[in-house]
């Protein structure tokens, strides 16, 4: 997964996405599969995406904590150990 083609600085205006589609958007820019299951990511909790209040709400996530998190999802565990060392 190559998280480099979004650094900060580059980011359009702007750190919210709302909504599935422009989530799965920015994914897959960082590298992630076209057919990503936003919504699974969402309900596995494994993924910085939140979801606007009540049961019509939209999915909405940072894109510099979705970056962070593939960051961290790529350099695995030896490079976290490394950085509390």
Request: hydrophobic share 35%; aromatic share 4%; proline share 5%.
């Amino acid at each position: 997964m190559d998280t480099t083609k979004h650094s900060e600085a580059e980011m359009p205006p702007g750190d919210l996405l709302v909504g599935a589609h422009a989530i799965l958007d920015f994914l897959v820019g960082l590298g992630l599969p076209e057919d990503t299951d936003i919504y699974y990511l969402r309900r596995a909790g494994h993924w910085p995406i939140g979801k606007t209040g009540g049961d019509g709400g939209k999915l909405i996530a940072s894109k510099r904590r979705l970056t962070r998190h593939a960051e961290k999802i790529t350099r695995g565990r030896v490079a976290d150990e490394r950085e509390r060392a």
